[in-house]
Antibody
Framework: EVQLVQSGPEVKKPGESLKISCKGS????????IAWVRQMPGKGLEWIGV????????RYSPSFQGQVTLSADKSISTAYLQWSSLKASDSAIYFC????????WGQGTRVTVSS | QAVVTQEPSLTVSPGGTVTLTCGSS?????????PHWFQQKPGQAPRTLIC???NRLSWTPARFSGSLLGGKAALTLSGAQPEDEADYYC???????????FGGGTKLTV
């Protein structure tokens, strides 16, 4: 069974850094793009970008370029989404999904940024 | 960046039929936008219903179907059930798959 399991909720202060994870299982992780999606409180879905763990190709939405960094370690079947300096407006739930008909989703990671 | 538009809200009677649409600010939606449709219920992760315009996933009930209609992508629900009440989002591909954009979502009431 294809599964994506994300890291747990985070509470951070503005200006802090953060890296959240998405671990895949049940398939060859390096052979499928992983997408990241943001959902701010009470709002819709926003496409952040995708990464191909096999060769580290990355494509960012223009709205998120420079705001976040996607990475992956295919040896441990894990993708990452990171921030170097969080803002309160980064508070949201972040989902990862397999970018293959989006046929598998992580459960979401809630990030709260508050002073 | 392109803007993808959906009806903010729709209502359908139990057993009825409703069509949700997904338009693009760049012009007509085509198969080359690889339209995807997702269902999201409160407190849950999204679930994919349709990908690549018409393809149902293994868990997608047969009452959901995808198509192109009048220059937009469309999701038709035939025989609505109370459990279909949810938010529905479309996703379109641009620049040969280098960028993807979600629509704003449709809140469907059954």
């Amino acid at each position: 069974e294809v599964q994506l399991v994300q890291s747990g909720p985070e509470v951070k202060k503005p200006g802090e850094s953060l890296k959240i994870s998405c671990k895949g299982s049940g398939y060859n992780f390096g052979n499928y793009w992983i997408a990241w999606v943001r959902q701010m409180p009470g709002k819709g879905l926003e496409w952040i970008g995708v990464m191909y763990p096999g060769d580290s190709q990355i494509r960012y939405s223009p709205s998120f370029q420079g705001q976040v960094t996607l990475s992956a370690d295919k040896s441990i079947s894990t993708a990452y989404l990171q921030w170097s300096s969080l803002k309160a407006s980064d508070s949201a739930i972040y989902f990862c999904a397999r970018h293959n008909c989006y046929d598998a989703w992580g459960q979401g990671t809630r990030v709260t940024v508050s002073s | 960046q392109a803007v993808v538009t959906q009806e903010p809200s729709l209502t359908v009677s139990p057993g009825g039929t409703v069509t949700l649409t997904c338009g693009s600010s760049t012009g007509a939606v085509t198969n080359g936008h690889y339209p995807h449709w997702f269902q999201q219920k409160p407190g849950q992760a999204p679930r994919t219903l349709i990908c690549d315009t018409t393809n149902r996933l293994s868990w997608t009930p047969a009452r959901f179907s995808g198509s192109l209609l009048g220059g937009k992508a469309a999701l038709t629900l035939s025989g609505a059930q109370p459990e279909d009440e949810a938010d529905y989002y479309c996703l379109l591909s641009y620049n040969d798959g280098r960028a993807w954009v979600f629509g704003g979502g449709t809140k469907l009431t059954v």
